[in-house]
C-alpha cells in the first residue's frame, strides 16, 4: 500500500530567517523546553495537510509562506506552500525548502470542495484512496474520504492526545461515531463501504430492515455453530494440509496393516505347526506307552522261560533216571525215551527264548527310535515355542505403533470434518452477508450495525498489537486493552480510555495510534504511512512502587519501542529519549536559548538588519 513520508517544515518570510525543521525518514524526536515551538510545529504540519485552524505565536508574525515537504509512494518530492490564513496550497513537484517565488505545478484549495481540486483529493489520489467511500450516518448515506479523516489519526496533536473524546474519532456527535467506525473498517480490512443508490422510502426500509435483523439472527446462530473463527481461505489452506497429513498417515498405516497381517498370518502358520507336532508327540508318547508295556511283557516272558529252565535243572527234568515225564525207570524205558523228551523240552525253552530275546531286542530297537523321535519333536517344539513368542513381540510392537496411528487417524479425520462443517458455515454465511449487503446498499439498515462490521479476528489481531504496545512500555495495570468499534474508544484494565486520568489518556491514545500504524503497515492496508505524536508523555506519572524494586520507566521504554517502527515516526516531547535510542533517531532540542532556542530562530536586531 502506498504511503506518505514527510521530509521538511519551513516559515520563510522575506527579510526573516527560515525557521526549518527536517525529519528523519524513520524516527525524528524533538524535545526542549516548554514555549519553544514544538506544539506550534505539530499544529502547522496539521494545517498544511488541510487543518482549518491556523497556527499563530507571535513569533510566526511576518513570515509569509509554509512549507512541508514530501516524498510521494513513488519517492518522488513535493512541496506544499501556503500562505498563513490562506485558502489556498500551492503544489511544487519539488523539494523546496527556502521562500518560492517559482510558478506552482498546481493550485489546489485547502478546503474539500466539490470539484476535487482540493488538497485532500490531490494526496489521496497519490495515495489510491480518492476512489473511496465511507459511510456518514446510520442512514446508509455515503461520501468520499476525505484526507481529514486519516490526518487526525496521524498527526495527534497536544490537546487532541488528551481529550476524552475518543482517539478514532476527529470531532463528536453519532454522525463522526459513524464516519470513524467506517474509516476504521477501511484502515483494518481495507474495504470502503458501496456508494449509496436511491435509498428506498420508510415503508420499504422498515420491511427490509426486518429482512436484515432476519439474517441476523440466522447469521449469529451460524456463527454460534462455528468451531473457530477462521476465514474460508484460512480453513481451506488448513484442509490441505490435513489431506497431505491424512495421505500420509494412511500410508503408514497401510504398512503397518500389510506388516500385521503377514506377521499374523505367520503366527498362525506357526500355530499349525505346533498342532502338527502335538499330534505327532501325542502318538509317539502313545506308542512309547504300548511297546513299554509289551517290553515288559517279553521280559516276564523271558524270566519264566529262564526260570523254567532253572527249574528243570534243579528238578532233574535234563538228567537220566526215572522219567519224570511218564514215571518209568530206566530199564523200562526205550532207548531213546528220557533223551528225547527231555531234549524236546529243552529246545522248547530254548527256541522260545530266541524268539523273545529276539522279539525284545526287535522292540527295543523300536522303541529307541521313538524315543528318538519324541526328542527331536520336543526340540522342534521348544524351537516354535520361541519362535511363537518373538512373533508375539513382533506382533505386540506393531500394534503398539497402529495404536497412535489409529487414533491420530480418526482425530485428523474429525477435524477434517469439521473444517468442512465450518466452511459449508461460511459459505452460508457469505450467502447471508451479500443478501444483506444487498438490502444495506440500498439503504435498509437496523437502527443498530452488527458487531461483525469488522470481523472479529481482526479486532482480535487488532487488539492483541494494542495490548502488546502497552506491554512494551511496562505500564502497570493495563491488561485487557482493547478497541471497541462501535464507542470507538479503546479500553484498559477494565476502564474506558474516558475514564483513565489525563496522563493515562495521553499514552493509551498513543499506543492506540502506533498500533494502528503498526497494523496497517504490516499488512499493507491503507494509512497515511506517517505519525506525529506531541507531547504523549507530559502529563502521565508513574504509580507508586515497591522501594525495593526497580520502577518501571516508561518514557525510556516508550521510545526504544519506535526503534523497530515499520514506518515514519515524529515524536514531540519535553523528556529527552535514552542514550541508546538518541544514537539512532535525529534529534532536535529546542533549549529555549542558544544556537536553537526555539523553531524560530532569533530575528536580527534592527541594527543589524539596517
Known amino acids: ?349 530254548v527256541v522260545e527264548s530266541a524268539k523273545t530275546h529276539s522279539l525284545l531286542a526287535d522292540l527295543r530297537l523300536t522303541i529307541e527310535g521313538l524315543e528318538g523321535q519324541r526328542n527331536e519333536l520336543v526340540e522342534h517344539r521348544s524351537a516354535l515355542s520361541a519362535q511363537q513368542a518373538e512373533a508375539d513381540t513382533a506382533l505386540g510392537q506393531i500394534e503398539a505403533r497402529l495404536a497412535p496411528l489409529n487414533e491420530g487417524l480418526q482425530a485428523t479425520v474429525a477435524e477434517r470434518l469439521r473444517i468442512e462443517r465450518d466452511l459449508e458455515l461460511r459459505a452460508r454465511l457469505d450467502e447471508l452477508e451479500e443478501h444483506r449487503s444487498q438490502l444495506v446498499s440500498q439503504g435498509a439498515l437496523p437502527s443498530r450495525r452488527r458487531e461483525t462490521l469488522i470481523a472479529g479476528r481482526i479486532l482480535s489481531s487488532f487488539d492483541d498489537l494494542f495490548q502488546r504496545t502497552l506491554d512494551s512500555w511496562r505500564i502497570p495495570d493495563v491488561e485487557a486493552a482493547g478497541y471497541d468499534p462501535y464507542g470507538g474508544d479503546v479500553t484498559a484494565g477494565g476502564t474506558t480510555r474516558a475514564g483513565h486520568g489525563r496522563g493515562m489518556r495521553a499514552l493509551l491514545h498513543a499506543a492506540f495510534s502506533i498500533a494502528l500504524v503498526r497494523y496497517c503497515l504490516d499488512r499493507r492496508l491503507p494509512h497515511l504511512g506517517f505519525l506525529v505524536l506531541d507531547s504523549p508523555l507530559v502529563t502521565y506519572k508513574e504509580p507508586d512502587y515497591d522501594a525495593d524494586r526497580i520502577p518501571p520507566n516508561v518514557i525510556d521504554h516508550f521510545y526504544r519501542s519506535f526503534l523497530a517502527f515499520p514506518g515514519q515516526a515524529i515524536v514531540v516531547e519535553n523528556a529527552p529519549p535514552p542514550p541508546d535510542v538518541l544514537e539512532h533517531a535525529r534529534i532536535i532540542t529546542f533549549s529555549g536559548s542558544g544556537d536553537r532556542p526555539g523553531f524560530f530562530p532569533a530575528r536580527p536586531s534592527t541594527a543589524t538588519r539596517s
Open 1 to 349: 500500500m502506498a504511503n506518505l513520508t514527510l521530509t521538511h517544515l519551513a516559515y520563510c518570510g522575506a527579510g526573516l530567517p527560515t525557521a526549518s525543521v527536517e525529519f528523519d525518514p524513520a524516527f525524528t524526536v524533538i524535545y526542549g523546553s516548554s514555549n519553544t515551538g514544538k506544539t506550534f510545529l505539530v499544529d502547522s504540519i496539521d494545517y498544511m495537510l488541510g487543518g482549518h485552524v491556523r497556527p499563530s505565536i507571535p513569533r510566526a508574525e511576518g513570515y509569509s509562506q509554509i512549507l512541508l515537504g514530501l516524498l510521494l509512494p513513488d519517492g518522488s518530492p513535493l512541496t506544499l506552500v501556503r500562505k498563513p490564513g490562506g485558502k489556498s496550497i500551492h503544489v511544487h513537484q519539488d523539494d523546496l525548502r527556502d521562500l518560492v517565488h517559482a510558478t506552482p505545478d498546481a493550485v489546489v484549495s485547502a478546503r474539500r470542495i466539490r470539484s476535487r481540486r482540493d488538497i485532500s483529493h490531490y494526496l489521496l489520489s497519490k495515495l489510491g484512496l480518492d476512489d473511496t467511500y465511507i459511510r456518514t450516518n446510520e442512514g446508509g448515506n455515503t461520501e468520499l474520504l476525505k484526507l481529514a479523516d486519516l490526518t487526525h489519526l496521524s498527526v495527534v496533536t497536544d490537546t487532541r492526545m488528551i481529550d476524552p473524546n475518543p482517539p478514532s474519532q476527529r470531532t463528536r456527535g453519532t454522525a463522526a461515531r459513524t464516519t470513524a467506525r467506517s474509516v476504521m473498517k477501511l484502515l483494518l480490512t481495507g474495504e470502503d463501504d458501496p456508494p449509496a443508490t436511491k435509498l428506498p422510502n420508510a415503508a420499504q426500509r422498515r420491511v427490509q430492515r426486518g429482512k436484515i435483523n432476519l439474517i441476523d439472527s440466522l447469521a449469529l446462530e451460524l456463527h454460534a455453530k462455528l468451531s473457530r473463527d477462521q476465514t474460508p481461505v484460512e480453513l481451506r489452506q488448513q484442509l490441505s494440509r490435513l489431506e497431505e497429513t491424512l495421505n500420509d498417515m494412511a500410508r503408514s498405516l497401510a504398512h503397518e496393516s500389510e506388516q500385521q497381517a503377514r506377521a499374523v498370518a505367520a503366527r498362525a502358520q506357526l500355530a499349525e505347526r505346533e498342532a502338527e507336532l502335538d499330534t505327532r508327540l501325542g502318538e509317539v508318547l502313545d506308542l512309547l506307552g504300548r511297546f513299554d508295556i509289551l517290553r515288559q511283557q517279553y521280559e516276564t516272558d523271558l524270566a519264566r522261560l529262564e526260570m523254567v529252565s532253572e527249574a528243570g535243572n534243579l528238578l532233574g527234568y535234563f538228567q537220566v533216571g526215572r522219567c519224570v515225564f511218564c514215571g518209568a525207570d530206566p530199564e523200562h524205558q526205550q532207548a531213546q525215551h528220557g533223551h528225547q523228551e527231555t531234549t524236546q523240552l529243552h529246545e522248547a525253552v
